[in-house]
């Protein structure tokens, strides 16, 4: 039977293959593991296994989970509801999915001042997604100065969730979104790629990839609200 540990070594390989591929340095490509679902032993198992940033879609299953791992950093990657913030808030590092003002203003109002500035990545659609969630290409810029001006947020760069089978051109144009932002602001993490599609991300420039069933295997059938 495969262990966490086997499966973190078998993720950490397809990262080495993929970044050896496009010619980029393994080491600029940080693997969060997606615990949702899963109960703490797996994740104090990944920790065990050194994995250190972890990311969850709900903020009440996450806190419990942190609570028991609080050496961890704990990345929100679902859809944040307005009433939700302040614990996002209070108890994350990083909040992935900031797709409107008044998420980001709500966010660095509430996030406590002996605590660093929170990290924030913009959720970005990329022509043709589905999913209603994230700013379209052209809104990003306004979105992120709004992000550089407020206080207690620190905006690292950009979030997208290519539909699985989306076309390499759709992570391209994430990129291109991500280069453009990067030449006005200082930004450094492009988080795209999960299980299924790590690779063609990592060809694409992504420095942070999201993998859940890889790590942890198959989920039950998942809730479908935050
Ligand atoms: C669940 C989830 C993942 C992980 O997906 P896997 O296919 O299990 O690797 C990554 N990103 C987001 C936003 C998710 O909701």
Not at 5 to 30: E, S
Not at 54 to 73: I, T
Not at 98 to 104: C, F, L, P, Q, S
């Given at each position: 039977?495969?262990?966490?540990?086997?499966?973190?070594?078998?993720?950490?390989?397809?990262?080495?293959?993929?970044?050896?591929?496009?010619?980029?340095?393994?080491?600029?490509?940080?693997?969060?593991?997606?615990?949702?679902?899963?109960?703490?032993?797996?994740?104090?198992?990944?920790?065990?296994?050194?994995?250190?940033?972890?990311?969850?879609?709900?903020?009440?299953?996450?806190?419990?989970?942190?609570?028991?791992?609080?050496?961890?950093?704990?990345?929100?990657?679902?859809?944040?509801?307005?009433?939700?913030?302040?614990?996002?808030?209070?108890?994350?590092?990083?909040?992935?999915?900031?797709?409107?003002?008044?998420?980001?203003?709500?966010?660095?109002?509430?996030?406590?001042?002996?605590?660093?500035?929170?990290?924030v990545l913009i959720q970005v659609n990329a022509s043709g997604e589905k999913t209603k969630s994230g700013v379209q290409p052209s809104e990003v810029l306004d979105l992120a100065r709004i992000i550089a001006s407020l206080p207690r947020l620190r905006l690292r760069g950009l979030m997208a969730i290519p539909e699985p089978g989306a076309p390499r051109e759709r992570y391209a144009e994430v990129r291109q979104v991500f280069d453009e932002l990067k030449k006005r602001m200082e930004v450094d993490t492009l988080s795209m790629g999960m299980s299924d599609d790590l690779e063609i991300a990592i060809a694409e420039g992504a420095t942070m990839v999201r993998v859940g069933t890889a790590i942890f295997g198959a989920r039950r059938k998942e809730k479908s609200a935050a």
């Open positions: 039977m495969t262990t966490i540990a086997d499966n973190l070594q078998a993720v950490k390989a397809r990262i080495g293959r993929a970044a050896q591929a496009a010619r980029r340095d393994a080491r600029a490509v940080t693997l969060l593991a997606v615990s949702k679902t899963h109960p703490q032993s797996r994740i104090a198992e990944a920790r065990a296994a050194g994995q250190h940033a972890f990311g969850e879609n709900y903020v009440q299953e996450a806190l419990e989970k942190m609570s028991a791992l609080p050496e961890s950093e704990w990345h929100l990657i679902g859809p944040l509801q307005s009433n939700k913030t302040r614990l996002a808030a209070e108890r994350f590092q990083w909040v992935q999915t900031v797709d409107r003002e008044k998420i980001a203003k709500r966010l660095s109002e509430q996030r406590p001042a002996e605590l660093p500035a929170l990290n």
